[in-house]
């Protein structure tokens, strides 16, 4: 079956993150045809890293659901 790609936002990424309510439904768009563009990637970057979160962590984490980050 082929997958509608979606495009994620900062916001949804951080969500899911943060095991926040809805994560559940990001994971599963996560491990679909999903797409961050970089100005979201950085954001997601800039605001895990500003809570002194271990960034090389998260981003190990993202890149294992093979997420493309466009231009």
């Known amino acids: ?3 509608e790609c979606c495009i994620l936002d900062a916001s949804t990424i951080l969500a ?3 095991n926040e ?3 559940n439904l990001v994971k599963d768009a996560l491990s679909d045809a999903s797409r961050c ?3 979201n990637w950085s954001e997601v970057a800039q ?3 500003a809570a002194n979160r271990d960034w090389d962590l ?3 984490l993202l890149h294992s ?3 493309p980050v466009i231009p």
């Open 47 to 49: 605001k895990v890293m």
């Open 16 to 18: 899911f993150l943060e």
């Open 58 to 60: 998260l981003r190990a």
């Open 37 to 39: 563009s970089a100005a």
């Open 1 to 3: 079956m082929q997958h």
């Open 65 to 67: 659901y093979g997420i």
């Open 21 to 23: 309510d809805d994560a």
